[in-house]
């Protein structure tokens, strides 16, 4: 699986953004989804995550983005998306999208795109 992400930029605080994942090689839809961010100076931490649609869709959240942040995704179109919302400067980081089995741990994922920076100004 190829993972290309998209959709990063600067805004200001309280904006909107709208990151895409688009995956190409193998099934798409057998794969759970995840979005990771990592600040600099800062580990790598989980944001969202989406389970496959035979499992039913699940989705999962890190508490700073609850309620501000939504994954979804679109399996005839191999996307998945991050619609954040209430954007904030802490929000700042490089934005990674994953494939493999939902979960919040970054060991948990195989295919990793190449990230996209969101830049939120205060």
């Known amino acids: 699986v190829q993972l290309q992400a998209s959709g990063g930029g600067l805004v200001q605080a309280g904006g909107s953004l709208r990151l895409s994942c688009a995956a190409s090689?193998?099934?798409?839809?057998?794969?759970?989804m995840g979005w990771f961010r990592q600040a600099l100076g800062k580990e790598r931490e989980f944001v969202a995550a989406?389970?496959?649609?035979?499992?039913?869709?699940?989705?999962n959240y890190a508490d700073s983005v609850k309620g501000r942040f939504t994954i979804s995704r679109d399996n005839a179109k191999n996307t998945v998306f991050l619609q954040m919302n209430s954007l904030k400067p802490e929000d700042t980081a490089v934005y990674y999208c994953?494939?493999?089995?939902?979960?919040?741990?970054?060991?948990?994922?195989?295919?990793w795109g190449q990230g996209t920076l969101v830049t939120v100004s205060s």
């Open positions: 994953a494939a493999g089995r939902s979960s919040r741990l970054a060991s948990r994922y195989d295919y």
């Open positions: 090689g193998r099934i798409f839809s057998s794969y759970d």
């Open positions: 989406i389970s496959n649609s035979r499992s039913g869709i699940v989705t």
